[in-house]
Structures are given as C-alpha cells and as structure tokens.
C-alpha cells in the first residue's frame, strides 16, 4: 500500500481544514484521532437525555460564518446548514435592563440607547468602522503572520493617523473601551462580556478590541450553529475530505512523530504500529503536547523547550448541559429570542470574577455564557422545550474558593454539584423558575473535557491565553508565529498556533499552504 503524502494528527477543525487543502491539492492524506469518532471540540450528543441534542464543547460559531476559509470549502454542498436565533446576546439585569446585540444594526443601537441618550449613536458609529475596516481585520486574523497584503490595505484604508488610533482602540482594555464609547451600561456590558468569551477580563489588555470584534462579527453574521448539532459540521468537513480521497482513523493515539535524520517521515501509533508520510506531518495538537509528548528533546532547541514550558493555558472550563422542559422563564423579554445569555451583574461583577480567577480562587458568582440552542435551532430538542448549556471559568490551580463551600478543585461528584448549583444560582436570579424546568443535567469540569479531549489541557477550551503576551509573534511561542517547527516536514496546525482559538479553519489552512509552498518547485531562472 502506497504511504499518504501527509499523515495529520489530530481530526478537530483545523486538522479536518488542512487536510481537506492538501486533498484538493491532489495529496493523499490520512487524519490519525484517538477518539472513537472525529471532531476534536466540534462535537454533538444525545448524552443528558435522548430527546435533546447538546454540543458536547463548542456551540456557537460566529467565527466560522465570517471565515474564508469556511466559506472557501462550500460545506453547504455535504450537508451543513446554518440556523440563526431572532437575536445574538443579551446581557439581562436584576433591575429588568437588558442590552441586546441583533443582526439588525438599528435595534442593536435602540437597546444600548436605553441605557444612556447618545450611545446609540455610539454603537452606530463603531459599527460604521466596523463596515470600512472589517473586511481587512478579518483578514489580518486569518492569513499567516505577518499579514502583510491585509494589513496594508488596512493601512491604504486609514492612513497613518487614523491606523494608529484604530490599533490604540484595540488594545484597550474593555473597560476602558466602553468608558471611551459609552456613557451607559448597555454598550459597556456588550463589549466586556464578548471579551470574556476567551479570558479577557475588563482590565486585560486587548480585550477591548476582541469584545468590539466579537460584537461587530455578532452584529454582522450573528452567531450561527449549525442545524442538527455542532457535530453537523464535522460530519460536512469529513465527508468532503472522503470524497477527495482522504481517509479518517478513529481510535488510534498518536505516541510519537517519527524523525529521522531530522526529518519527519511519519507517526507512531499507542499499538506501536508507524504511519508513514512521504512529505509532511501536520499536528493539531496544542504545541506543549506536541512538543513535550509527541517529539523527542533531543529534536529540539534549549530555547524552544525553555519557551514551551512558560506557555500559559487559558482559565479552566465547567460546563453544565440542561434539558429543560420549556424555555428559560427570563424576566427580561429581551433574554428571550437570544441565542446566546450573559450571567452577570454588571462589568464590575465581571471584574470581580476576572480578578478571583486570577487569584487562583474559584469565583463565587461565575460569570455564564449561556446558550439557548432550540432557541437557535428548533431542531435541538421537543417543540416548546428548550436545550440549553452554560459555561464559565475556573482556575487551572485551584488555591482557595472564593464562595463558601470549600471547593478545592478535585472536582469530584460533590464539588461538581456544588458549583453548578452556584451557576444555576445565578440564572435563577434572572429567571424564576428555571431550576423547576431541568429534566436532566450533565455537568462537565476540567477533569472531563481533557477526558473527552486531551487536547482541552485542564479545560482549557482557547488552547492558551489570548492575552497580549500571547498573541502574534509570541503564539505560540516567541518568534514562532508561523506553521514550521524546527523538524523539518513537521507542522503545527491547532489553535496554539495564529490566530488562536475559535472555530475558524484558519491555523489549518495556514499549516496546509505553508506545507504546499514549501514543496513547490523552485521556479526557473535564465533564458
């Protein structure tokens, strides 16, 4: 039997997108998984009742919609379709104020007027730039670093005055992004609770921006999933790499990257069976495990391996999934037709949380990132009932609770029901009686998504920080912002790499072109 071109290790998002480049490509290529089913993050079950269907990780996929990378591969033709709720966020509050983020650009602007006159006319001016500069934003995110095409017609776009104020703004802060914007709640709430979608607490820097570029993608695409369950497009990436020739292997752990003569010539499997790759080998594995697990010190550089060992994880992760016999009870009617729900009291409550989690203490009133999936899609579960989950941030190393109850990060049965009786807390707070709706529950902490997915290293769903000492040339690690590695036909194309996490093809596509240019022929020169 002929050896693939490639061998990828690792079938989430961006394995499935990489390989699907180099099939069209011609290549042969073969996706290695160790679970028994293919998807990495972007999976979907029946597992908290057999009515609903939960994502088991990722739900929501704003990213993905305004990829072109995605949009490049025409999944519709395989099967995915995408279902939008009536609106994107909404952030309610106990006084019954509630900022919405609509696809309607006009009602999004009304909802944070209500909270301060002339921050409708704020938002309507950020979403303005939003309109002149996005297209190139957006491609800065998902071309390789440095992004040098995007990037200059950013700057033809801007000038250089107006490019150095628009870089400022995207540095801030949150917090300091909505003091500038907004003289009310509304837009504040809006842009800080995007941010903390990665670990971007109100006073972290970048945050500002990556809460202004979560609203503007919200405002612009919504925050789609897919119809049927996040594991629809999955099955639309596999089924397109099939039909150009790949081939997935489920239940196979990938022990080792075979190197030889510095080389990488292929993967070991956990049976000690080696897969053999003619040109290349992709990892979409987080670099720390690619590099400290799957390839020998002895193929790296004291620098590189000093580097790996300070890379950062992003908070932990707890998820819990409910099935619920009707839809969530909001108080506030602008809660209702949202796909997606923040769960906190206020940017100073995000703060609050931000800073507990930064003390290594487990919050005590966790900051929620609901999501209303029948809501979304009504295919999720019985008519007039409602699949929904939340998650939230823990510390990686638990050093104290900042609540009552001793939670010590074991994380056992008990500490489990503990903190999802504080997550359920909350919402109750917003909506009596929704604790009265839950048929069934599933309750995932760190320990379980790095089960589900060794790859989520104690629940870390972001695959590192995206703070600023993280990002661009410092992601993975200092100096090493693009796909090669220091074995050569060896590549890295998970989230640790740029731009980072998310589900949006882009360190796939990335890995796949960085591949093919380097196996391009040499053009030839002379007469």
């Not at 998807?39 to 009742?49: E, I, M, P, Q």
């Not at 919609?65 to 709720?85: K, M, N, Q, T």
């Not at 007039?384 to 010590?408: K, L, N």
């Amino acid at each position: 039997m002929t050896a693939p071109d490639a061998v990828v290790i690792g079938s989430g998002p961006n394995g499935l997108v990489a390989a699907n480049l180099l099939a069209d490509a011609g290549w042969h290529v073969v996706v290695v998984e160790a679970q028994d089913r293919p998807g990495g993050a972007v999976l979907s079950d029946r597992g908290v009742h057999p009515d609903y269907v939960h994502d088991v990780f990722s739900a929501f996929y704003p990213l993905a919609a305004a990829s072109p990378v995605i949009r490049g591969l025409e999944l519709d033709r395989y099967g995915l379709r995408w279902s939008h709720a009536t609106d994107v966020v909404a952030h309610p509050l106990a006084d019954g104020r509630c900022p919405v983020l609509s696809r309607d650009a006009g009602r999004t602007a009304s909802s944070v007027a209500g909270f301060a006159a002339g921050d409708g006319a704020a938002w309507e001016e950020l979403y303005r730039l939003w309109r002149r500069v996005g297209d190139d934003l957006v491609g800065c995110l998902f071309t390789p670093f440095p992004p040098v095409r995007a990037g200059l017609r950013l700057v033809r776009r801007t000038g250089a005055d107006e490019g150095l104020r628009l870089l400022r703004t995207m540095l801030l802060p949150a917090r300091r992004f909505g003091e500038e914007h907004f003289a009310g709640d509304g837009g504040r709430l809006l842009i800080a609770g995007n941010a903390l979608h990665a670990d971007l607490g109100p006073e972290s820097a970048l945050g500002g921006g990556f809460g202004w570029l979560m609203c503007m993608l919200g405002q612009e695409y919504g925050f789609p999933v897919p119809v049927g369950g996040a594991g629809r497009l999955t099955d639309a990436l596999v089924a397109r790499l099939r039909e150009h020739g790949g081939v997935v292997r489920c239940g196979r752990a990938v022990t080792r990257v075979v190197i030889r003569g510095g080389r990488a010539v292929g993967v070991r499997t956990e049976d000690g069976a080696e897969i053999p790759a003619r040109r290349a080998v992709l990892a979409d594995v987080p670099a720390p495990l690619l590099y400290e697990r799957l390839v020998g010190e002895e193929h790296l550089p004291a620098r590189l391996r000093a580097d790996v060992r300070r890379f950062q994880w992003d908070f932990g992760t707890v998820k819990v999934d409910w099935a619920l016999s009707g839809p969530i009870p909001w108080e506030c009617a602008g809660a209702r037709g949202a796909g997606t729900v923040h769960v906190a009291e206020g940017v100073d409550a995000l703060t609050r949380f931000a800073g507990e989690l930064a003390m290594g203490q487990v919050p005590a009133a966790p900051f929620t990132v609901l999501g209303q999936m029948t809501t979304a899609d009504a295919s999720r579960s019985p008519a007039g009932t409602e699949s929904a989950w939340g998650y939230t941030h823990v510390p990686q190393r638990v050093r104290s609770d900042a609540g009552d109850q001793g939670i010590a990060g074991r994380w056992d049965e008990h500490e489990k029901e503990a903190f999802a009786a504080r997550v359920e807390s909350g919402i109750e707070r917003l909506a009596p009686g929704f604790r009265a709706s839950i048929r069934a529950r599933r309750v995932l902490a760190p320990p379980d998504l790095e089960r589900l997915n060794p790859s989520l290293v104690g629940g870390a769903v972001n695959q590192g920080t995206s703070s600023l000492h993280q990002q661009l040339v410092f992601r993975p690690l200092p100096g090493a912002g693009r796909p090669r590695t220091p074995v050569r036909a060896l590549y890295l194309c998970s989230a640790t790499a740029h731009p980072g996490g998310g589900v949006h093809g882009a360190p796939g596509a990335n890995a796949a072109r960085a591949v093919l240019r380097a196996l391009r022929p040499p053009r030839r020169t002379g007469r």
